[in-house]
């Protein structure tokens, strides 16, 4: 069972910049995909960004130019450097892996994801 571990998380003002890491207990070279999903309170999970193993990213209109997903295979790790943040940006960011490949879009849609970590908060407000 795949173990992952979000940080990074915080309060930021508008505008400002803040990068999520995401620390798997298994290699992530070769692995299918991976994501970064968010939730606000009273909302349903919304994928955010996703990286696969050939290298391909995905992003949610709302976050693109704004936001870059990446990983470090020698350091099993996922980040996503956020800048310009937005108020409506604020929700609980989770990473998420899976085994297999997925195209562009389908790699933004929680369900096909089976091993998340356990969430990292950030807030957007002045």
């Known amino acids: 069972q795949v173990q992952l571990v979000e940080s990074g998380g915080g309060s930021v003002q508008p505008g400002g910049s803040l990068r999520l890491s995401c620390v798997s207990s298994?290699?992530?070279?070769?692995?299918?995909?991976m994501g970064w999903f968010r939730q606000a309170p009273g909302k349903g999970r919304e994928g955010v960004a996703g990286?696969?193993?050939?290298?391909?990213?995905s992003y949610v209109d709302s976050v693109k130019g704004r936001f870059t997903i990446s990983q470090d295979n020698a350091k099993n790790t996922l980040y996503l450097q956020m800048s310009s943040l937005k108020p409506e940006d604020t929700a609980t960011y989770y990473c998420?892996?899976?085994?297999?490949?997925?195209?562009?879009?389908?790699?933004?849609?929680?369900?096909?994801?089976?091993?998340w970590g356990q969430g990292t908060q950030v807030t957007v407000s002045s």
């Open positions: 990286i696969c193993s050939d290298g391909s990213t």
């Open positions: 998420a892996a899976r085994d297999g490949y997925a195209d562009s879009r389908s790699r933004l849609i929680p369900q096909i994801y089976n091993a």
């Open positions: 298994v290699n992530t070279y070769n692995r299918g995909c």
